[in-house]
């Protein structure tokens, strides 16, 4: 069983950035694919970002290349997502996600989900 907890959201201003964060519970995360989700008001949860275990393979979804950043620290537990250049439309509720293949992350689906961490950026 892995838990998962999102930290770093909030309410900013286009083009500024945001780090989130989430810890993950249990002796295993190093074995575990991560990834990102988002969800928007009235829209289906869409992938943004996932990371293999060792950090070697990293997808992300077309419209954050570039501005998103997903990275590990098997040390700590920890993933991230470095957001920068955020526009209205990254204006979500942001999910950590954890599976033992990356692919079905890709995919949209995952073995085990967080809470949630509200990221609203205005114009």
């Known amino acids: 069983q892995v838990q998962l907890v999102e930290s770093g959201g909030g309410s900013v201003q286009a083009g500024d950035s945001l780090r989130l964060s989430c810890a993950a519970s249990g002796r295993t995360f190093s074995i575990y694919a991560m990834g990102w989700f988002r969800q928007a008001p009235g829209k289906e949860r869409e992938f943004v970002a996932a990371?293999?275990?060792?950090?070697?393979?990293?997808y992300y979804t077309n419209s954050v290349k570039g501005r998103f950043t997903i990275s590990r620290d098997n040390a700590k537990n920890t993933v991230y997502l470095q957001m920068n250049s955020l526009k209205p439309e990254d204006t979500a509720v942001y999910y950590c996600?954890?599976?033992?293949?990356?692919?079905?992350?890709?995919?949209?689906?995952?073995?085990?989900w967080g809470q949630g961490t509200q990221v609203t950026v205005s114009s």
């Open positions: 990371i293999s275990p060792n950090s070697m393979i990293i």
């Open positions: 996600a954890a599976s033992r293949v990356i692919a079905t992350i890709k995919e949209g689906y995952s073995d085990y």
